[in-house]
């Protein structure tokens, strides 16, 4: 809600882009071992989702825009999105802030290709965001050795593994937050709010999309 909210606020005025309230609670089954964990089922989720999209196209308007920032909210939305769009007649848009404006460099690349939550990036941003919230002197994370064709969630390689966070960590922290600073944290929510930004301007702008009869 803080990349949102400071998104819009660098919006031109004639763009209209209203804000929803947050659907808090996601698919969180994969840190179910936790205590304190809070979680949808998938199918629980899908119906939120349906009953939001409709609503929204009852009112009147013609584009949804799905703004996640939970990994296991990812493929629940790969998968129903275009559903969403069948269902209601909206344009409907997906955009995972995590995948936005990252910089090169700025998260080591061995870190960057285990971290999947509350690693060194996660931490970098809360500790620019909400300080008051972290207690760096009990942090402390996990790492997994990494294989080149075998990974875990979003990783890129080409054969894909199925987890729950405690196959990784015994605490939840799947990376090192060790590493993390407010600095870094800065420099990632800046680049996150300018993109989103930008892509909410163009998202807005675009009229129906038009396709060309292409000949032989």
Known sequence: MEVLGAALGRLQPESMVIALPPTNLGKSEEHTDFVGSLSYRGATLRMVLI???MSVARTG???LVLLGSHGGNVGLLDDYFRDLHMASGLRVFKIQIGS???IPGLIDPPESAVSLHSG???TSVIRYLAPETVRMDQAGGYIYEPEADIGFSFKGQDVIEAWV???LSPNGAIGNPL???PEKGERMFEAKVSRLAQLLEAIY???QRSV???HA
Request: charged content about 35%; aromatic content about 4%.
């Open 120 to 122: 060194d990036g996660e």
């Open 212 to 214: 060309k009869l292409v």
């Open 205 to 207: 702008a675009e009229d």
């Open 165 to 167: 966070t405690n196959d």
């Open 51 to 53: 009953d939001t999209a």
């Open 61 to 63: 308007f013609h584009k």
């Open 179 to 181: 590493t993390s600073s």
């Open 100 to 102: 936005l404006a990252n």
